[in-house]
């Protein structure tokens, strides 16, 4: 079974400054893809990221880009030009390439809260 | 894109009463559906998950239930709630490998 490991429960950042968040995964299969989500007060969770993992060149959204190395099975979150806005639980997840059902439910990790200061 | 409704947004229930919450989707058809509860402080557990009308697969043996009456909507439910019941609740619709979450219902069970 995969499993989804977030190390930071909590980081801080400095309003414009840039954060890095880790997610480590543990997974055997060589298709798969990965999303970080983003949680704000509200709880409703909103899609940052998304990376496949056939594609090499790791994925951009505006400020928010990811660190993908396959090998070492890391999936880091760089948030740059940090906004107060961007405050919230993020959470890294890993769904499979194959099949339906069960196959294609989320694995979600622990979660990092971000808190963003002035 | 998709938009994912759910109601109630909370429901304050006793102990031992029925629970109803509705999922709906709109611009897709045939979506995957997934219900999620997320206890306070943690990550998301999958509940239910359909991949057509009717058709319903459970992750967790629990006091829940659910039904996809129509291909767009997904209904979690419950004839006799407890307090293990509480949580915030997530209805969760994908078509291809993004799954896109809708606002979620809190709910307290007292």
């Known amino acids: 079974a995969q499993t989804v490991t977030q190390s930071q429960p909590e980081m801080s950042v400095q309003e414009a400054e840039t954060v890095t968040l880790s997610c480590t995964y543990d997974t055997s299969e060589s298709d798969y893809y990965l999303f970080w989500y983003k949680q704000p007060p509200s709880r409703q969770m909103i899609l940052v990221i998304r990376?496949?993992?056939?594609?090499?060149q790791n994925a951009t959204e505006n400020r928010f880009s990811v660190n993908f190395q396959k090998a070492a099975k890391s999936f880091s979150l760089k948030i740059s030009d940090s906004q107060l806005g961007d405050a919230a639980m993020y959470f890294c997840a890993y769904r499979s390439a194959y099949g339906t059902g069960t196959a294609s439910k989320l694995t979600f990790g622990t979660g990092t809260r971000l808190q963003v200061t002035l | 894109s998709q938009t994912i409704h759910q109601w109630p947004a909370t429901l304050v229930q006793p102990v031992g009463s029925p629970l109803s919450l509705e999922c709906t989707v709109e611009?897709?058809?045939?979506?995957?559906l997934y219900w999620y509860r997320q206890a306070a402080g943690r990550g998301l557990q999958l509940l239910f998950y359909s991949v057509g009308i009717g058709q319903i697969s459970s992750e967790v043996p629990q006091n829940l239930s659910a039904s996809r009456p129509q291909d767009r909507q997904f209904i979690l439910s419950s004839k006799k709630l407890l307090l293990s019941d509480s949580g915030f609740y997530l209805c969760?619709?994908?078509?291809?490998?993004?799954?896109?979450f809708g606002p979620g219902t809190r709910l307290l069970v007292l």
């Open positions: 990376q496949e993992a056939y594609k090499q």
């Open positions: 611009g897709t058809s045939n979506p995957n």
């Open positions: 969760a619709s994908s078509r291809v490998e993004t799954q896109y």
